[in-house]
């Protein structure tokens, strides 16, 4: 290897790292846009087919923290059971 292929080498990974350099300083000047973020609506699962309008529907929906939407509704019930006991002994 010469001399002139090692300096291109090193200018190709000098160029590299500087991407490397902006991308990361662009996201250290939103420090908090990631944990920031709001879900809008949950994403769907990998559990997807098409309909008959050719339209993608989730046949198992997850929501933020992966709880399906029966596990969501037997827990909101085990909730409020909780929540009417703790009254009755108040």
Do not use: F
Not at 19 to 40: C, F, G, K, W, Y
Not at 45 to 60: A, E, G, M, W
């Amino acid at each position: 290897m010469n001399i002139q292929e090692i300096i291109k080498d090193l200018k190709n990974e000098r160029e590299r790292l500087d991407r490397a350099i902006a991308a990361l300083e662009e996201t250290d000047s939103q420090p908090n846009a990631s944990r920031n973020r709001v879900l809008t609506r949950p994403r769907a699962s990998t559990d997807t087919q098409l309909t008959s309008t050719n339209t993608l529907t989730s046949t198992n929906t997850k929501t933020r923290g992966g709880i399906t939407d029966d596990r969501r509704k037997r827990l909101s019930e085990s909730m409020k059971k909780s929540w009417a006991e703790r009254r009755k002994r108040a």
